[in-house]
C-alpha cells in the first residue's frame, strides 16, 4: 500500500519583548534560576496581569507579513492543566478569538533534483504567555523548577495540515524562522529556545480523504531533529498499521540519540483544557489606527524584495529566493551590488549563493559577521569584469580576503599586488604559452584537427597550468584556436 504523510506544525515564537507578556519581569536568558519570577508571573492572591503592549505590537506585525487577518478584538482564555513549572495551574493565552486569523506562508525546497515553491495556509497564530523550566539533571533524585521562563511572551503559530514529506515540514520551519527574524519579533536561537516546533504527523492511505490518527511530536528545536523525528514517527505509524494496530492520538517526544520516539501522554483536546476567559483581562482591543502604525514601521518583506530583484536586478527567481532566505543576506547582496553596480548583480548573486555560502557554512560564521565585507567583495567583482583578474584567481583572492580580516576596503587591489595575481593579458606572453603548450601536446593537437573539439579543453587547461591560472581564458582560448588552425 501506497502512504501519504500529513504534517500540521504548531511553531512557539519567543516574542523580542525586554519584560513579560504580562508583568514588568524581565526575559533576559541565562539570569540565576528563579530570580525574573514577579508575583504577577506567579498568580500570587491580590496581583493582576496588565498587557505588553510591544507584544501585541509584534503579533501585528506578522499576521500583516503573512496576509493574515488582525482581529479587532481577541479575547484571552484559562488553559488549565497541571505541571509543575506551571505555577499558576493555568496558561493565559487565546483560543477562539486569536489575534491573527488566517494568512499564508511560501517557501522553496529541493524536490527530486528541482527547486519546487509551496505555500502553506496558517489556521491562526495567538498570544499566551511561556511556563517555566524542570531542571531533570541538576539535582540528584530530584528535579528542580525554575520559573524565570513563566510569561515569557509567546505568539504560537498554527499551520493548516498542508505538508506532505519531512522536507517540506523543514523548509516551512526555516521560512517562518527567517521570517520572523526578518520582521525582528523573535531573535531565533533554536538553543534557548526562541523559537520550537511541535510537529502533528499522520499517514493514510494515498487518494484517502480523510485524515488518520496524529501524534504530535513536541518541542523540537533543530531543523535535524524535525527531519528525523518526521521520518521516526511516519515509520512507526506505517508499521504499527499494516502490523494490524491502530494508532493512538497522543504526545510524543523524540529522543535523537535511539532515533525514536516516545509517548508523553494521550493527547488532550480542546475540552480537556476546560478553556474559559480569563476575568482578569479585557477584550484586546486593535483599531485600524494601530494596526497603521505598525504597517507604516514595517521593513520590507521577503516577497516584495524578492521580486525587487527579479525585476530590477534580472536575477532569477531562484536566485531570489536564495538571496532572501535571511534578511543579513539580502542585505549583504544590497550593499555589494549598490557599491558595484546592477551590471554584476548575477555575478554577486553567483558568488554569494557559492563561495560566500560554502566558507560560511564550513567555517560557521554568519553572513553579518563574514570577515570580507560588502565593499571589499564589489571590488572584487569590478577586478573580474574589467579583466584585472579572471574568476580562477579570484577564487585564491577570496580566501586570502577572509583570511585577512581586514577592514580596508582597498584590500583586494593590495593583494593582487602582493600576491602577483593580475591577468596575463599581453598577446606576446600569451602566444609563447600557447607555442609551448602546441609543442608539448602532439596528441591533443592531432585529435583537435582531426575534428574532435573536445581536445581544446585539455590544451586550454595546460595553458592555464603554465600561466599559474593567470592567463586572460578568453583571449588565450582565441590564439590557440588561431594557432590551430593555421
Known amino acids: ?53 510591544q507584544a501585541v505590537d509584534r503579533a501585528i506585525r506578522f499576521g500583516l507579513a503573512v496576509g493574515a487577518k488582525i482581529a479587532p478584538a481577541s479575547i484571552f482564555a484559562r488553559k488549565n492543566y497541571f505541571y509543575p513549572d506551571l505555577p499558576k495551574g493555568y496558561q493565559i493565552s487565546q483560543f477562539e478569538d486569536p489575534v491573527v486569523v488566517g494568512g499564508a506562508v511560501t517557501f522553496g525546497y529541493e524536490k527530486d533534483g528541482e527547486f519546487v515553491t509551496k505555500t502553506v495556509n496558517l489556521t491562526r497564530a495567538h498570544l499566551e504567555e511561556d511556563a517555566g523550566k524542570s531542571l531533570h539533571e541538576d539535582y540528584a533524585g530530584m528535579s528542580g523548577i525554575d520559573l524565570n521562563r513563566a510569561g515569557t511572551p509567546l505568539l504560537e503559530i498554527v499551520s493548516e495540515p498542508e505538508l506532505r514529506s519531512a522536507a517540506e515540514a523543514v523548509a516551512y520551519c526555516k521560512a517562518l524562522h527567517s521570517l520572523v527574524m526578518w520582521l525582528g519579533v523573535c531573535d531565533g536561537n533554536m538553543q534557548e529556545g526562541s523559537f520550537r516546533c511541535d510537529i502533528n504527523v499522520s499517514v493514510r492511505p494515498k487518494g484517502q480523504k480523510e485524515f488518520g490518527t496524529r501524534c504530535e511530536i513536541k518541542n523540537l528545536n533543530s531543523f535535524r531533529f524535525i527531519e528525523e523525528a518526521v521520518h521516526v514517527e511516519v515509520r512507526r505509524q506505517i508499521e504499527l498499521i499494516e502490523d494490524g494496530g491502530k494508532v493512538v492520538q497522543a504526545t510524543r517526544l523524540y529522543d535523537p540519540d535511539r532515533k525514536e520516539t516516545r509517548e508523553m501522554r494521550s493527547k488532550e483536546d480542546a475540552q480537556d483544557y476546560r478553556y474559559f476567559p480569563d476575568p482578569d483581562l479585557p477584550p484586546l482591543v486593535i483599531s485600524n ?198
Request: avoid cysteine; glycine fraction near 6%; aromatic fraction near 6%.
Open 1 to 53: 500500500m501506497e502512504w501519504e504523510v500529513v504534517i500540521g506544525i504548531e511553531n512557539h515564537v519567543q516574542l523580542t519583548t525586554a519584560s513579560k507578556i504580562f508583568s514588568g519581569s524581565p526575559t533576559t536568558f541565562g539570569a540565576e534560576a528563579n530570580t525574573q519570577a514577579s508575583p504577577v508571573d506567579l498568580a500570587l492572591p491580590g496581583v493582576l496581569p496588565v498587557m505588553n503592549k
Open 289 to 486: 489606527a494601530w494596526i497603521d502604525t505598525v504597517k507604516a514601521a514595517m521593513p520590507e518583506l521577503p516577497a516584495a524584495m524578492r521580486a525587487r530583484f527579479v525585476s530590477e536586478y534580472a536575477l532569477p527567481e531562484y536566485d531570489s529566493l536564495v538571496l532572501t532566505a535571511s534578511k543579513a543576506m539580502a542585505n549583504y547582496f544590497v550593499a555589494v551590488v549598490d557599491a558595484a553596480g546592477k551590471e554584476n548583480a548575477k555575478a554577486a548573486a553567483n558568488w554569494l549563493m557559492g563561495d560566500v555560502s560554502s566558507t560560511l557554512n564550513r567555517e560557521g560564521v554568519d553572513i553579518a559577521d563574514a570577515p570580507v565585507k560588502p565593499a571589499q567583495l564589489a571590488l572584487m567583482l569590478k577586478r573580474i569584469a574589467d579583466s584585472t583578474i579572471n574568476n580562477k584567481t579570484a577564487k585564491e583572492l577570496f580566501s586570502d580576503m577572509w583570511a585577512a580580516k581586514s577592514e580596508d576596503d582597498n584590500l583586494v587591489d593590495a593583494l593582487i599586488e602582493s600576491k602577483g595575481l593580475k591577468q596575463i593579458s599581453d598577446t606576446g606572453a600569451l602566444e609563447a604559452i600557447v607555442n609551448e603548450v602546441i609543442a608539448n601536446n602532439e596528441k591533443s593537437v592531432e585529435q583537435y584537427r582531426a575534428g574532435k573539439e573536445a581536445a581544446i579543453n585539455s590544451l586550454i587547461g595546460q595553458a592555464m597550468k603554465a600561466s599559474r591560472g593567470k592567463a586572460n581564458p578568453a583571449q588565450l582560448t582565441e590564439l590557440l584556436k588561431a594557432k590551430l588552425a593555421g
